[in-house]
């Protein structure tokens, strides 16, 4: 499980353009990566509604910003033209990637039934690639204002 100090894998991801987007992408950079479950539902559409509202403060800030879930490509871009989301996106679809190497492709149970699913959490990253906070079972609501203060402190 990814924590506070350690390094963010260097695990290639599937933009919904079909490119290749990393973490050796950032380098040099501080950056925000946020894990969700699902697109074009409430929560998700929610907190990327949030990061898009707010993706120009962040970059003020000098901090980018990527969305990641297990979704497809072509369902990530669907995601962004129905709600004019301007957050970058990507899909984790590997079954030994990103999501798995940092811990939050978690077992969850819903009416009894066991699953795997996406633990919703967010990373702030330094320039040097290390997480320097680290959120788990996040709230939507105020979630996003609470990550923008703490990348402006960076």
Not at 31 to 44: N, Q, R
Not at 92 to 98: F, I, K, Q, V, W
Not at 115 to 125: A, E, P
Request: hydrophobic fraction near 40%; charged fraction near 25%.
């Amino acid at each position: 499980m990814t924590d506070i100090g350690d390094t963010i894998p260097d695990i290639a991801l599937t933009a919904p353009n079909g490119s290749s987007v990393s973490a050796a992408d950032y380098a040099g950079k501080a950056w925000v990566l946020y894990f969700y479950p699902k697109d074009d539902t409430s929560g998700c559409t929610k907190e990327a509604q949030e990061f898009s509202a707010h993706l120009a403060e962040f970059e003020a800030a000098g901090v980018s910003v990527l969305g990641v879930s297990k979704d497809p490509p072509k369902k990530h871009q669907k995601f962004i033209e129905k709600y004019g989301l301007t957050v970058p996106l990507a899909s984790d679809a590997e079954s030994d990637g990103l999501a798995e190497a940092m811990g939050v492709w978690i077992e969850k149970s819903m009416y009894g039934k066991k699953y795997m699913g996406m633990d919703r959490s967010t990373f702030l990253i330094s320039k040097d690639g290390k997480v320097v906070r680290a959120w788990r079972k996040v709230k939507v609501a105020g979630h996003v204002a609470d990550v923008l203060a703490a990348a402006r402190a960076l």
